[in-house]
């Protein structure tokens, strides 16, 4: 560069110029060109050079990514079993289609595309573009599952045109007896991106992939899962698969075993009928839980479909909180039911069976007459457990101090919660001096003995606690509720309880149901096996706002009752709990056929068949039914639900959560029992508005 | 030697023939592979065109100089007249296009206009007194002659055609021993106005591919697309290369234009830095062995052809490496001898054949002899 620089001046003075100084000109400029040019050269090598030594680590690994792809096969999901290894969750082959949102150029033109080519109905189409909006732009939303093959296949020769759209064969979730399991086993969707947050597992990202919801889905997520199978295929740029290089078949997840019994769980929520209520049965000898319905329930084969709008907005307005699993998030007052129990904290306190009483239509505790439901006459022990009398209770609860009965009751599992695999259980209360103090800041006064000493005023409890407590009573051991059939033997500790004590207290509850008792209904259709148990009302508010049984719905009592048989040797214990039933007579009829069906299915079936007849179908089908009503009625005019699926559930409980508290409030002053507490009333409209 | 071999085989310059044979029968290699193992469509056919290209550049390199300088300036106005032609035709068409359709081959005037565009200027100055270097006339009318083309190939658009001729006559002009100042201001003019042509003169899409060189990992499915898998390709394929066909880059259609644009990365995947050291090897002695033609030319008219001829090799060469590499902008042009391509073989022999003629005048008429 200098040589030609230098050249200037000689230059300016142009007249000088002549052919050989062109000609030297041309040959110094040639050079310099040349020189640049074989800078270029130099350059060029070295870049290449740099690219193909320095980096062809990363541009090979990039090179891979780019010609090898990747796809996750989802693993099958494990299945479900009851007790018997019958499936309660499993899966089904199917077609089925997703959208990735972030890939899709026109979400809303190609959602209207795929809704004509599979028919979807307007409201689905809705929902879907609201939920492709909302999602998280890489987690597949699904648009349909359980497709037939000519929709498939009319959907796939169009992929071409449909950026971002999935179809593939695959499996689905299915729960063969779909609404009767829902709060137990729960369902399965596709992981929120909260969910992808915590697990960066590519596979929760993989369309068409669902994970574990709630109930024991949820619980059991790890297990269930399984491995993802991994195929390997060589792709072109434009997607397009030129041959397999590798798959890996994926591993189902593991099979998790229920304590529970396939046929009575769905007996016992079908029984339940057009009421609002849950069935509890364990087994006394391992503290299985055979059963644990909670009714009116969602149907888990939909809600793992995704939850339309039409379906939620259904359920959510359904006074009966079709959403809230009573058996674990239920808190009532378990009234009359622990009664049995509290007659055992006297025993144990030295108060003889035979001690009697005289009911004069209620009883003075300290200078306060507190009614009775009834006129008794003399009372002791037996005929105040069948009879319910509750001034029996008055009395030898304030003769003895409300903590020696509290202590029995926590002792038997009342304000507790127990190892099992749930997602939430409610405490309740068993309410003490010291509780009351601690919680209201007032001291506790002989009314509060009283409301407590027949499970009325701040006694909470929730209808798995009362199906343990008459398991524990029955059997004088230390039964712990378990849900899974993990092999482990349950050899439960003795309560030291003496034989004739738990005798004499069998026989009373054996009096309720078939001697002059209170569930003189109840009594087994068989002749050699008796079902012994416990009505129980519970007051929800006082006697002047409603008289329990008539009126609001929601002002009626609740009707409850816990059972065992059979009575000489208690196999199986349990609990009925049927919320504003009107008083137990709603309870112990369905707990009597629910013990009918289990020691005679045949027989139990033939009456609720009959029952099923009047109610207008089995409970999934009264579902499906009122789904279509309700359809039809609001059409797609709805509110959209949560965009994530905790928020359900976490709004379910908080309400529960405040129901109870308000449940508690009557606890304030003493609640006059009613009279003639084992009467029901009518089952409540099954689809009143909300209130 | 003499005895043997037949004079007028033994006359050709073999030193740059035999490389270039080399490199076209290597292109021909590659052109096998992207084209997924077959020698249809793209390596049989270049093979062809080379040939026929091969004879019409030995036409050329037997053209007597008076001749050439007697046709010079009517080609000139020929190819001009071409270039309105495509313009107009383009018009009328509504849409741009760059070729006429003769019937018997697709002519891509702006091509030919590469190698005219030299021969012009080097006439014009040869013929120009040699004290008139300096002055104003020295300047306007090479301007011109290079201005008329290059606007009519922009407005084709065709960025990289105009920019080649741009450079084959700026190499002439400074060659020809205008004042070293012009270039400097011209090149000061050219940094001021490149921002305006950019945001004024180019096409949206040209825009992004320049803006691409800076960052090109910005818009990894955009615009940078072309030049991360170009560079996947080189890099991936490290020393040795991937192997004979086994290009994952150039076969599975992650590479853009594997056959014409980004040959070189195609070959690169495959053939690692040896082939690509090669490929620069090659370029390097035809372009030396171009400007050794140059230098030894006995007059103006010829040493100024060669050396725009080996301009117009050189930018080719350049800007396609440089692009494929991730230094340029992607401006579509093709690399000269490898690129699958009619039009661009067409140039680049023609170029071969004007050297090989100036060759065959300073043999005839070795320097000294007569000055």
Not at chain 1, 23 to 51: N, P
Not at chain 1, 619 to 645: F, I, N, W
Not at chain 2, 5 to 34: E, H, K
Request: hydrophobic share 45%.
């Amino acid at each position: 560069m200098s040589g030609l620089f230098n050249r200037k001046g000689p230059k300016r003075r142009g007249p000088t110029m002549n052919a050989s100084k062109l000609k030297g000109e041309f040959d110094r400029r040639s050079v310099v060109i040349g020189t640049i040019q074989g800078g270029v050269g130099i350059l060029l090598a070295a870049r290449m050079g740099y690219l193909a030594i320095a980096e062809n680590e990363k541009y090979r690994l990039e090179s891979e990514s780019n010609r090898v792809n990747l796809t996750l096969i989802p693993p099958r999901r494990g299945w479900i079993l009851d007790r018997n290894g019958a499936p309660l969750a499993s899966n089904r082959a199917d077609f089925r289609v997703d959208v990735i949102p972030e890939r899709l150029t026109d979400a809303e033109a190609t959602i209207d595309q795929i809704g004509s080519l599979l028919d979807l109905e307007a409201d689905r189409i809705a929902d879907l573009k609201q939920e492709v909006t909302a999602a998280r732009g890489f987690a597949p939303v699904e648009i349909a599952s359980g497709l037939d093959y000519e929709q498939f296949a009319a959907l796939s020769v169009r992929l071409p045109d449909l950026q971002g759209v999935v179809p593939q064969r695959g499996f689905s979730r299915f729960y063969p007896t779909a609404s009767t399991v829902g709060h137990l086993i729960g369902y399965v969707g596709p992981a929120s991106a909260e969910e992808y947050e915590e697990d960066r597992s590519p596979i929760l990202i993989t369309p068409g992939y669902k994970i574990g919801k709630d109930g024991l889905e949820k619980q059991f997520e790890q297990d269930l899962r399984g491995t993802p199978g991994a195929r390997r295929v060589e792709v072109t740029a434009a997607g397009r698969i030129i041959r397999d290089l590798e798959t890996r078949d994926d591993i189902q997840g593991d099979a998790v075993k229920l304590t529970i019994d396939g046929p009575l769980q769905d007996y016992a929520a079908r029984r339940i009928g057009l009421e609002s209520g849950s069935v509890v049965v364990m087994d006394c000898l391992t503290g299985d839980l055979l059963c644990m319905a909670s009714m009116p329930s969602f149907d888990p084969n939909s809600f793992s479909a995704g939850i339309g709008s039409l379906e939620y907005s259904m359920l959510r307005e359904d006074r009966r909180v079709p959403l809230r699993n009573k058996v674990l998030q239920g808190l009532y007052p378990p009234g009359s039911t622990v009664k049995p129990m509290h007659c055992m904290a006297f025993l144990k306190a030295g108060i003889q069976p035979s001690e009697s009483i005289v009911c004069g239509g209620g009883r003075r505790i300290g200078n306060r007459f507190f009614n009775c439901w009834s006129n008794h006459g003399v009372v002791d022990m037996g005929k105040a457990i069948y009879q319910s009398c509750d001034s029996y209770f008055y009395h030898f609860a304030q003769q003895i101090g409300f903590d020696k009965v509290a202590a029995m009751a926590s002792d038997l599992g009342l304000g507790k919660q127990y190892p099992l695999p749930v997602q939430s259980q409610f405490y309740g209360t068993v309410p003490t001096p010291d509780w009351k103090q601690e919680k209201f800041d007032r001291a506790w006064a002989p009314f509060d003995t009283v409301n407590a000493s027949i499970g009325q005023g701040y006694y909470l409890t929730s209808p798995l606690q009362l199906a343990v407590m008459s398991a524990r009573l029955a059997t004088g051991k230390r039964l712990n509720p378990r849900l899974v059939l993990d092999g482990s033997s349950n050899d439960p500790a003795s309560y030291n309880f003496r034989d004739d004590e738990i005798n004499y207290i069998r026989q009373a509850m054996s009096d309720v149901v078939n001697g002059p008792g209170t569930a003189g209904r109840g009594r087994l259709p068989f002749p050699d096996i008796k079902m012994a148990g416990k009505t129980g009302t519970a007051q929800v508010v006082s006697l002047s706002v409603s008289d329990g049984r008539s009126g609001p719905w929601k002002y009626r009592d609740h009707g409850l009752f816990t059972f065992f048989a059979p009575l000489e040797n208690p196999r199986y214990a349990g609990a009925v709990v049927i919320e504003h039933g009107g008083g137990s007579g709603a309870a112990y009829p369905i707990a009597r056929d629910v013990m009918t069906f289990m020691f005679d299915p045949a027989k139990g079936l033939e009456k609720l068949q009959a029952l099923e007849r009047q109610w207008g179908g089995t409970a999934q089908q009264r579902l499906e039914k009122r789904y279509a009503a309700y359809a039809s009625e609001r059409g797609a005019s709805v509110a959209p639900p949560p965009a994530r699926d905790e928020d359900i559930f976490d709004r379910v409980e908080a309400e529960a959560r405040l129901e109870a508290e308000r449940t508690q409030e009557i606890g304030e002053e003493f609640i006059a029992p009613r009279p003639n507490p084992v009467a029901s009333g009518s089952p409540p409209p099954t689809n009143g508005p909300g209130e | 030697m003499n005895g043997i071999i037949p004079a007028p085989i033994a006359r050709q310059p073999w030193a740059m023939l035999i490389p270039l044979f080399l490199l076209v029968a290597f292109g021909a290699a590659v052109l096998y592979s992207a084209a997924g193992g077959a020698m249809q469509p793209y390596a049989s056919s270049h093979l062809v065109r080379f040939s026929v290209f091969l004879l019409m550049a030995s036409i050329i390199a037997s053209l007597p100089r008076e001749f050439v300088k007697f046709m010079t300036y009517p080609a000139y106005i020929g190819v001009l007249v071409l270039l309105v032609a495509v313009e107009v035709i383009g018009r009328v068409d509504g849409g741009s296009q760059r070729w006429l359709d003769l019937g018997f081959m697709v002519l891509q005037p702006s091509e030919l206009m590469k190698p005219v565009v030299v021969i012009t200027l080097a006439y014009f100055y040869s013929s120009l007194p040699v004290g008139l270097i300096a002055s104003w006339r020295a300047l306007i009318i090479p301007g011109a002659m290079i201005g008329l083309p290059v606007a009519l190939v922009l407005l084709q658009p065709d960025l990289g055609t105009s920019l080649a001729i741009a450079f084959g006559g700026g190499v002439v002009m400074l060659l020809a021993g205008l004042p070293i100042r012009w270039f400097v201001f011209g090149g000061g003019a050219a940094a001021l106005a490149a921002p305006l042509a950019f945001f004024f003169g180019l096409q949206d899409y040209q825009q992004r591919r320049v803006l691409t060189m800076f960052d090109p990992e910005a818009d990894p499915l955009g615009a940078s697309y072309h030049i991360i898998q170009s560079k996947i390709a080189i890099g991936s394929g490290g020393i040795f290369g991937k192997g004979f066909n086994n290009g994952s880059q150039s076969h599975l259609q992650y590479l853009p234009e594997p056959h014409t644009d980004f040959v070189f990365a195609t070959m690169a995947e495959e053939w690692g830095l040896i082939g690509g050291l090669f490929v620069l090897a090659v370029f390097s002695i035809i372009l030396r062995w171009g400007w050794d033609v140059a230098r030894a030319a006995q007059d103006r008219f010829s040493s100024l052809l060669a050396a725009g001829m080996v301009a117009t090799i050189f930018f080719y060469i350049a800007v396609n490496l440089l692009m494929v590499m991730g230094f340029a902008p992607v401006v579509g042009i093709p690399l000269p001898f490898m690129s699958h391509g009619g039009s661009s073989m067409l140039t680049n022999m023609i170029c071969i054949g004007a050297l090989m003629m100036v060759n065959s005048w300073n043999r005839r008429n070795p320097r000294g002899g007569l000055s």
